[in-house]
């Protein structure tokens, strides 16, 4: 094999990327080359993303890797959270800032839509679990409030189809990302039309749609000339992070499952087709599009994006270390309290450490004070959350899942992973910790020829990262603590 150099950028709700993957003889070394702060803006009451300046640090990426690390990369990749998009106009400018997810315009959305198209046919012609952000209801929400950008709209790219855009001016909506959007047909490259007339939207506004591991174009000259790059194709990877991130689950085979681990957790199986049905309707389970037609069969559980938002609160009056409010936890007691982490109240609500406490004195349960007990609250819940939604994948396909995959940032957590482990009763198998990273590079390697297949890949990504491994060994009673929290849900 030769040696390829690809270059990813992965950008996350909290922060960006820039990872230089190295592979030679079937295996990949990554080398951090840039990182940066992303936020959400808020102007005038709503949440929006700096587009601008995301596309400034990608080049600034981009020149790194060639001035400090002397290194022309063979290809760049772009990955982003889903759901999100801009709009570009007839003459090729991107129509104001894109609105962030979290922007309370949909808070009432969903349940507005429903009188249009009910919630069972919405479910039956996409086969995606219902959040209020996705793009469907936003473009619906938008559409209500009379937005005056979605007139002068030509079109609509995902955050990483824009990005790739401003690197190319090519304009192509890319399958996985797309799949977020609740547009598509269930497990195809297909725009379901009821849904684009239910939200009262113009089919027109989306394009042809790219399967990943192909190259959108080459890098504009301008982009060459600010960051002294030379021509190189921009890859469509799978570009939503949560399919890179799937795609480089290190299994070798079995009833496995995953749990992609950040500012969400995503946990969910590989399916060889689509499931929807009125029992995963009920369920509210998702079924978004991953690599060589595989679907993504999980749920969107609130994840770390908790203890995110308590630490930002926190750090207001002393900036704490990770590991400090680990430490904080494992002083506190286990099962004071339980939170049911997906109820919607958590998930923007300014104050997330007094958004717990008043749920707990809601739910009639001992309010957690210090901050040890609501880091401990929401780590005990995490994981009922994983063991609630591992039990319902376990019903709906009447098959046992004897092994968890934990990758990304979360994997880091050792902790987590144990009481994972502990709780679920089965092995828990944690890392690479850069799975959307990795992931995104080795679609460019297999845009580039070098690997020829998902089974490649993932081989390829065994033979190159420490894997951990957790076995069960329960010190505490979780089937009770199981017991109180399902009430919640
Ligand atoms: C994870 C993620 C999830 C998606 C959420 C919002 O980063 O992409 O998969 O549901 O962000 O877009």
């Not at 065994?462 to 009430?487: C, H, M, Q, R």
Request: glycine share 8%.
């Amino acid at each position: 094999m030769n040696k390829n150099k690809f270059l990813a950028f992965d950008l996350g709700a909290s922060s960006g990327r820039a990872i230089l993957g190295t592979l030679e003889n079937g295996k990949l070394e990554l080398t951090e080359v840039h990182r940066f702060k992303n936020q959400m803006i808020r102007i005038h009451g709503s949440y929006y993303w700096n587009i601008y300046s995301l596309f400034d640090e990608l080049k600034t990426g981009l020149k790194k890797c060639i001035t400090e690390l002397n290194i022309q990369p063979d290809s760049i990749g772009i990955d982003t959270w889903g759901v999100d998009y801009s709009l570009v106009s007839a003459s090729g400018q991107l129509v104001g800032l894109p609105f962030a997810y979290r922007d309370h315009r949909t808070d009432t959305a969903i349940e507005e839509f429903f009188s249009v198209l009910s919630k069972k046919e919405t479910y039956l012609l996409s086969g995606i679990q219902f959040m209020q952000f996705n793009t469907l209801f936003q473009l619906y929400a938008s559409k209500k409030e009379k937005h005056s950008r979605l007139n002068i709209a030509e079109s609509l790219l995902f955050t990483p189809d824009t990005l790739n855009y401003l690197f190319t001016g090519v304009k192509k909506n890319e399958y996985t990302i797309a799949s977020t959007s609740q547009l598509l047909k269930p497990g195809k490259a297909e725009w379901e039309k009821k849904l684009f007339k239910a939200a009262n939207i113009s089919e027109d506004l989306v394009g042809e749609i790219v399967q990943p591991g192909t190259s959108v174009g080459n890098i504009l000259d301008e982009i060459q000339d600010d960051t002294g790059s030379k021509q190189i194709p921009c890859i469509a990877v799978a570009s939503h992070d949560t399919a890179s991130a799937i795609a480089s689950v290190p299994t070798d085979g079995g009833n496995w499952a995953y749990l992609s681990s950040g500012t969400w957790s995503l946990l969910g199986i590989e399916s060889p087709e689509p499931m929807v049905s009125e029992e995963t309707l009920a369920m509210n389970f998702t079924n978004e599009g991953g690599v060589e037609g595989t679907t993504r069969f999980l749920k969107n559980i609130m994840g770390m994006w908790l203890i995110q938002e308590c630490k930002r609160n926190w750090d207001e009056e002393k900036v704490m270390e990770w590991q400090e409010i680990v430490d904080l936890s494992m002083e506190a007691k286990h099962f004071k309290c339980f939170i049911n982490p997906d109820n919607s109240v958590f998930l923007n609500p300014g104050n997330m450490p007094k958004a717990i406490q008043e749920y707990c004195r809601e739910t009639n349960q001992p309010v957690p004070e210090t901050k040890g007990e609501i880091a401990r609250c929401i780590y005990d819940s995490l994981v009922l959350k994983y063991k609630f939604t591992i039990k319902q994948i376990e019903s709906v396909t009447g098959k046992q899942i004897d092994k968890l995959h934990i990758i990304g940032g979360g994997a880091n957590n050792k902790m987590m992973n144990q009481l994972t482990a502990d709780a679920i009763g089965i092995p828990v198998f944690a890392g690479p910790t850069e799975a959307t990273a990795i992931g995104n590079l080795m679609m460019q390697a297999k845009a580039a020829g070098t690997v020829r297949s998902l089974a490649e890949i993932r081989d390829v990504i065994k033979n190159s990262f420490e894997i951990g491994v957790y076995t069960p060994s329960p010190k505490l009673d979780w089937e009770a603590a199981y017991k109180k929290f399902e009430e919640l849900n």
